[in-house]
């Protein structure tokens, strides 16, 4: 593992206003090219088809659409990155084709005229936040798709599944958990407490796997409704190797499957490098796992009560095994704020 990164240091709520998170999403070659190769390669469905980018940030998504061939852009974001984008979306000539909004997509009116019977034909936007769900920004794609898409629109990217893993990684939790036991000579366990409920956005390699990944939770944006996002779903992970287990990670695979050809993209540790990275969930204890042996529990998610930017996550589980020295079962809480 490598780097730095705890949630809670990264985002703001003005984050988006800033150049440089803009940056790192449109460097992040994974998720650019997925978007605009899902784009370009279905400029049939496109094609004089209106379309809304729900959280436009630069406009990049709208400019991919109004190059297949869309009829007109309708792009949407509440940060003043809107003012960017209208400079870019001018400077490459699209100003007739993308119509640019300021406000949150909740509140803003879409201009009548260009919509086809008060609906759009297709939605785009990438909502996705660290372990799928940070930020809630889908709770606003699934209010556009209600609010506007019409009757058999299309929505881009329209699934996505979360999995999960069990890891080796002592060195790395000696230095981030342990570090707390002996501060200069002082007890420093309150520290530590937050240490272990808050989980950690990092590069996991993937050596560091002891288990065979398992897919947990499954997104059909067509369909799913935004208290479904409070969920908890059972996993099963096989053991791969006599190994010990010190975390359980988290990520995430997304596809658009309503395009002629479907493409897919992942943020695991098996491929390459996108800007999600992983979330590592670190375990009170540490597990002493056999290969073939199953760590199986549960996945619990909701937003948290007062914020539901911020996400409750637990994590229920038990090592089943015939050795009665090595049984082991807990239950972990985060906080991803
Ligand atoms: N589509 C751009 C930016 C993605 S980041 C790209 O692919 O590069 C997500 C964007 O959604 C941010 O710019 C953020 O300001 C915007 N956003 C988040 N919630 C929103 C809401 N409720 N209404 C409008 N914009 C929102």
Same mark, same amino acid.
């Given at each position: 593992?490598?780097?730095?990164g705890?949630?809670?240091?990264?985002?703001?709520?003005?984050?988006?206003?800033?150049?440089?998170?803009?940056?790192?999403?449109?460097?992040?070659?994974?998720?650019?090219?997925?978007?605009?190769?899902?784009?370009?390669?279905?400029?049939?469905?496109?094609?004089?088809?209106?379309?809304?980018?729900?959280?436009?940030?630069?406009?990049?998504?709208?400019?991919?659409?109004?190059?297949?061939?869309?009829?007109?852009v309708?792009?949407?974001?509440?940060?003043?990155?809107?003012?960017?984008? @209208?400079?870019? *979306?001018?400077a490459?000539?699209?100003?007739?084709? $993308?119509? /640019?909004?300021?406000? #949150?997509? !909740?509140?803003?009116?879409?201009?009548?005229?260009?919509?086809n019977?008060?609906?759009?034909d297709?939605?785009?936007?990438e909502?996705?936040?660290?372990?799928?769900?940070?930020?809630?920004?889908?709770?606003?794609?699934?209010?556009?798709?209600?609010?506007?898409?019409?009757?058999?629109?299309?929505?881009?990217?329209?699934?996505?599944?979360?999995?999960?893993?069990?890891?080796?990684?002592?060195?790395?939790?000696?230095?981030?958990?342990?570090?707390?036991?002996?501060?200069?000579?002082?007890?420093?366990?309150?520290?530590?407490?937050?240490?272990?409920?808050?989980?950690?956005?990092?590069?996991?390699?993937? @050596?560091?796997? *002891?288990?065979?990944?398992?897919?947990?939770?499954? $997104?059909? /944006?067509?369909?799913? #409704?935004? !208290?479904?996002?409070?969920?908890?779903?059972?996993?099963?992970?096989?053991?791969?190797?006599?190994?010990?287990?010190?975390?359980?990670?988290?990520?995430?695979?997304?596809?658009?499957?309503?395009?002629?050809?479907?493409?897919?993209?992942?943020?695991?540790?098996?491929?390459?490098?996108?800007?999600w990275?992983?979330?590592?969930?670190?375990?009170?204890?540490?597990?002493?796992?056999?290969?073939?042996?199953?760590?199986?529990?549960?996945?619990?998610?909701?937003?948290?009560?007062?914020?539901?930017?911020?996400?409750?996550?637990?994590?229920?589980?038990?090592?089943?095994?015939?050795?009665?020295?090595?049984?082991?079962?807990?239950?972990?809480?985060?906080?991803?704020?």
């Amino acid at each position: 593992m490598s780097g730095v990164g705890r949630v809670g240091l990264l985002l703001t709520p003005c984050s988006y206003d800033h150049h440089g998170i803009h940056e790192e999403m449109l460097k992040d070659e994974v998720r650019t090219r997925s978007y605009r190769d899902s784009i370009y390669q279905n400029k049939h469905l496109f094609k004089d088809k209106v379309v809304l980018d729900v959280g436009c940030g630069t406009g990049i998504l709208s400019m991919f659409a109004a190059r297949a061939g869309a009829r007109h852009v309708i792009g949407v974001d509440m940060s003043s990155i809107i003012n960017k984008a @209208k400079l870019i *979306v001018d400077a490459n000539g699209l100003s007739q084709k $993308i119509t /640019l909004l300021q406000g #949150k997509m !909740e509140e803003v009116e879409l201009p009548q005229q260009h919509l086809n019977n008060g609906k759009v034909d297709i939605i785009i936007s990438e909502w996705m936040g660290y372990f799928l769900l940070y930020e809630s920004m889908l709770d606003t794609v699934l209010y556009a798709r209600d609010q506007y898409l019409i009757q058999g629109g299309k929505i881009f990217p329209d699934k996505a599944t979360i999995y999960m893993a069990a890891i080796e990684d002592g060195e790395y939790k000696d230095d981030k958990i342990g570090f707390w036991d002996n501060v200069y000579g002082f007890d420093y366990s309150p520290m530590k407490e937050s240490a272990l409920t808050e989980p950690l956005v990092d590069t996991v390699e993937l @050596k560091a796997l *002891v288990t065979d990944p398992c897919p947990v939770f499954n $997104i059909d /944006l067509n369909t799913v #409704k935004v !208290e479904d996002l409070a969920f908890s779903e059972p996993f099963s992970l096989r053991v791969q190797r006599n190994d010990f287990i010190h975390a359980v990670i988290a990520w995430f695979d997304i596809d658009f499957q309503a395009c002629h050809k479907p493409i897919r993209f992942s943020t695991g540790p098996h491929t390459k490098y996108t800007h999600w990275k992983q979330t590592v969930f670190y375990l009170r204890d540490v597990l002493t796992v056999e290969e073939g042996e199953h760590v199986r529990g549960f996945l619990s998610n909701k937003p948290n009560d007062k914020n539901r930017r911020d996400l409750d996550i637990k994590i229920d589980y038990e090592l089943s095994t015939e050795d009665p020295t090595r049984m082991a079962a807990g239950s972990c809480e985060y906080r991803m704020c």
